[in-house]
């Protein structure tokens, strides 16, 4: 949630409070005690969403790295014994799939390198008696294939920790302006009858709808509520 988030969110959470504390005074009026719950509602949802808004997929991307890492380090093992066969077989295909460097991996696009390790590992599930004289085992070459694939399937993690952060985002949103739109359309006209019934609710309530500036790392400011961010 953003500062003006955050402080609208206080605001709200201020207006049902100062009603749940006075509910003697609004328990026989049907529409305020609506607009109650309804905030109340939206309070809760409010909160069960902010953290999958702030999921981070920081934690991912670091798995997706040493994940690609681990899978170079296996290309770079099994390339130099497909390379030996290659020369040894004067093998055009086995010499193409084994040209590899670790800084040309390294900067390969992610498409591009699980293209290269699925063609290397192919070429190596071809030719393991002729590794195995090289020092590549066939567990090697399983571990290439097992990497190349975990690597891509991280990739559908990371992609929908960002869309339940986006979704949890607009309905955030969404939630906020409806209850700030409720409490002003509603809620302050249902509440400006107090002013004669009940001045000392009325001014409590008054001051529940200032914002305050609760996310500055500055002094507290207070300031009247005229509109959604």
């Known amino acids: 949630m953003n500062r003006n988030e955050i402080n609208l969110l206080g605001m709200i959470e201020s207006v049902e409070e100062c009603l749940t504390n006075n509910y ?5 009026k049907p529409a305020i ?10 309070i809760v949802d409010i909160h069960s969403l902010i953290p999958k808004q702030a999921a981070s997929t920081k934690a991912d991307t670091a798995v997706k790295s040493y994940k690609k ?13 497909v390379a030996a066969v290659g020369a040894e077989k004067n093998d055009v295909k086995l010499k193409m799939a084994a040209s590899v460097s670790e800084s ?21 599930k071809t030719i393991i008696p002729e590794l195995a004289a090289w020092s590549v085992t066939e567990d090697e ?7 190349t694939d ?22 955030i949103k969404a939630k906020l302006d409806a209850s700030y739109k409720l409490i002003k359309e509603q809620l ?25 500036n609760r996310a500055a790392t500055h002094p507290k400011q207070e300031v009247k509520i005229t509109e959604t961010k």
């Open 33 to 42: 005690v609506a607009v109650k719950t309804t905030l109340k509602t939206n």
């Open 104 to 124: 040309a991996l390294n900067n390969m696009r992610e498409s591009d390198l699980v293209i290269k390790g699925h063609e290397l590992y192919e070429a190596a």
């Open 141 to 147: 070459i399983d571990d290439l294939g097992e990497s």
């Open 24 to 28: 003697s005074l609004i328990s026989d």
């Open 188 to 212: 302050d006209a249902f509440i400006l009858p107090f002013k004669k019934i009940n001045p000392t609710f009325y001014g409590e309530y008054q001051n529940t709808r200032l914002i305050i």
């Open 150 to 171: 975990s690597y891509l399937g991280q990739n559908p993690t990371i992609r929908n920790i960002k869309s339940r952060s986006v979704q949890a985002t607009v309905e």
């Open 69 to 81: 890492e681990d899978m170079i380090a296996n290309m770079l093992v099994v390339s130099a014994g």
